[in-house]
């Protein structure tokens, strides 16, 4: 079936440093979600992306949807505390249009 | 989000016991979706609903039953709990145009 996985599983940073999280789906996907789980909250939403080599800015945060639609990033560009959290990918199904998550990376960020 | 809420937060159980979850939205939203967490494996899909009418399994289906009793009610059953289905649960909506999930704020469920 298909799987979606993401790389780092933890991200320690000083504040002020880049953070990348990329996320790679053994199939194509019809577009892909980011989502942001504070510690002991529950995932929010913040971006979908539907189009080949799409990218979409906020702010400090850049999502990038790779060419042939198997992959994704997040960049976060100098970091603050109130980054921390787990970020999520989760990428569409064509077939069942169901949306299967990454595995998730925890962003830690130092003061 | 407070558009979405689940029943109970906090549950602690014994194997074979049955229990549900609920899930209950005012936002309106056709599809609902339970998910599962566990440290390590992000979030599993179990169940979705489309509509009333429809009920699909996820990646995680076997030892959990739904039900839609309304648009805006999905309850999720466990109807023997064994201790690996100690976890983090979340209900969350969608519309069919704006594709973004809510969640709701979780159920913690452990299984002795």
């Known amino acids: 079936g298909q799987q979606v996985m993401q790389i780092p599983q933890y991200q320690h940073v000083q504040e002020g440093e880049d953070f990348t999280t990329y996320c790679n789906s053994s199939t194509t996907l019809s577009n892909i979600q980011w989502y942001k789980q504070r510690p002991g909250g529950h995932p929010v939403f913040l971006i979908q992306l539907v189009k080949s080599g799409e990218v979409k800015k906020q702010k400090r945060l850049t999502f990038q949807f790779g060419e042939a639609k198997k992959n994704s990033s997040l960049h976060i560009t100098a970091t603050q505390t109130t980054d921390v959290g787990t970020y999520f990918c989760?990428?569409?199904?064509?077939?069942?249009?169901?949306?299967?998550f990454g595995t998730g990376t925890r962003l830690k960020v130092l003061a | 989000d407070a558009d979405v809420t689940q029943t109970p937060r906090n549950r602690i159980t014994k194997t074979g016991k049955r229990i549900m979850l609920e899930c209950s939205q005012t936002k309106g939203h056709d599809r609902m979706y339970w998910y599962r967490q566990d440290p390590g494996l992000g979030l599993r899909l179990i169940y979705y609903?489309?509509?009333?009418?429809?009920?699909n399994k996820g990646e995680i289906s076997d030892g959990y039953s739904v039900s839609r009793q309304a648009q805006a009610k999905f309850s999720l059953s466990l109807e023997s709990a064994i201790p690996n289905q100690t976890a983090l649960y979340f209900c969350?909506?969608?519309?069919?145009?704006?594709?973004?999930?809510?969640f709701g704020p979780g159920t913690r469920l452990t299984v002795l």
């Open positions: 969350a909506t969608s519309d069919l145009i704006e594709d973004e999930q809510f």
């Open positions: 989760a990428g569409q199904d064509s077939g069942t249009y169901k949306y299967i």
């Open positions: 609903s489309f509509d009333v009418k429809d009920i």
